[in-house]
Structure formats: C-alpha cells, structure tokens
C-alpha cells in the first residue's frame, strides 16, 4: 500500500478564511479523491483530483468552496475557502491502485472553524 | 449523498466474544472493501471483496460479498481491546472508482 501524508494534521481557522490542505503520496497514483468527515458521521466524498485537468465534484460540492489541485500524480491539495464553523470535518485524501481497486487513507486534517 | 446501511449501530461485547456486523444497500456493488478507524485517525483497509459470495480473512477478521451483491457482512472472532473503533464498509459499482461509505459500526469490547 502506498504512504500518504496529509499536512496539517489539524488547524483551527477564523471563519471567512481559507485552508489548504496538502497530501503527498510516496508512489505515483492514478486515482485520487477527498473525502470530508463530519463529527461523528461516515466519510463523504467530495471530488476526484484529476491529474492536469479539473477535479470532478460530488453533488452538494463546488469548485469556488473547494478548489482542488492535482499538478503531478503523487501530490494534491484540496483548499476549503472562506470558512464557517460548519466546514469544521475531518478531511482526508485518499488514493486507489486500479489494478486491485483498493482505497487507500492519509491520516486526515482535523479542522475546527471558529 | 447516497449511504449504505451498516448495523448494528454500536455494540458493546465482552472480551474473548464473537463480532458481527453487516451493510446493506438497494443498488448492486461489484466491490466491497471494510475499515476500521480509531480516533483521530485515518481509515485502515482490513478486506477486500471482489466476487458476489467471495469469503476473505484476514487474521481474526472474515468478510463476506453477499450473494445478492447488495450486502457484505463481517465477523471479527475472540474480540480483544484494540479492536475497539469504527468499522466502516465501503462499495463500489461496476465502471466506477468511487466508492460510497457505509454508515459505521461503534464497537467498543468490554474487558
């Protein structure tokens, strides 16, 4: 299994601001997603991270609140913009090996909005 | 968005105890895959599934790929203490990477 690495681990931000959370992965990947986790709630996906082009968003997520980047297939960031308390989540990069279709975690970004 | 129903919701068991636990959907899933989380943590991969009826183990975990392809279930034998978490199942429909989370099961072992 590959090793990711989410940074920061955890942040607590102002509301109307911005985070951007990275993730690394130690092995080039195909398939990259975020997914948010509420406060005791299941894991939602959010977009997949297209290498070189836009993500494709889930419905309820946008662009303008969720920009994504993917500039080469072993790094993304997933930026949560303009903050409120109800963006506070466990967000998680995640990525997927085509060839077994298993789903691999980072360790997620705790992020309170206050 | 679309969720998968996992149940029991929680459950308490005494150590040394037998665990099940299942997830259950209306749509067809071509691949089922189950994790266990533990605070502040991300979730770990325990199995995967990948054919309808398919029974996989890992260590004391045995995962089952309903016949039906709309439900999986899991069984964890002689429960210990660090089997304590949230054990999420996941599925995936044909022609797709996307995979949709089950609810999640507490499971907290009582020594």
């Known amino acids: 299994s590959a090793v990711i690495s989410q940074k920061p681990s955890r942040d607590i931000c102002q509301r109307g601001t911005s985070l951007t959370i990275q993730c690394q992965v130690d092995?080039?990947?195909?398939?990259m997603f975020w997914y948010r986790q509420q406060p005791g709630q299941s894991l939602t996906l959010i977009a997949t991270a297209n290498q070189g082009s836009e993500a494709t968003y889930e419905s309820g997520f946008v662009i303008d609140k969720f920009p994504i980047s993917r500039p080469n297939l072993t790094f993304s960031t997933l930026t949560v913009s303009n903050m409120s308390p109800e963006d506070s989540s466990i967000y998680l990069c995640s990525v997927e090996a085509l060839s077994n279709l298993m789903a691999f975690f980072g360790q997620g970004t705790r992020l309170t909005v206050v | 968005g679309q969720q998968l129903n996992q149940s029991p919701q929680s459950m308490f068991i005494q150590e040394g105890e037998d665990v099940s636990m299942n997830c259950t959907s209306s749509s067809i899933f071509n691949t089922w895959l189950w994790y266990k989380q533990d605070p502040g943590e991300g979730p770990v991969l325990l199995i995967a599934l990948y054919k309808a009826g398919e029974l996989t183990s890992n260590g004391r975990l045995t995962a089952q790929f309903g016949i039906t392809r709309k439900d999986s279930f899991l069984n964890i034998s002689a429960s210990i203490p660090s089997d304590v978490g949230i054990y999420f199942c996941?599925?995936?429909?044909?022609?797709?990477?996307?995979?949709?989370f089950g609810t999640g099961t507490r499971l907290k072992v009582l020594a």
């Open positions: 996941a599925g995936a429909t044909s022609g797709t990477y996307k995979y949709i």
């Open positions: 092995s080039q990947v195909t398939m």
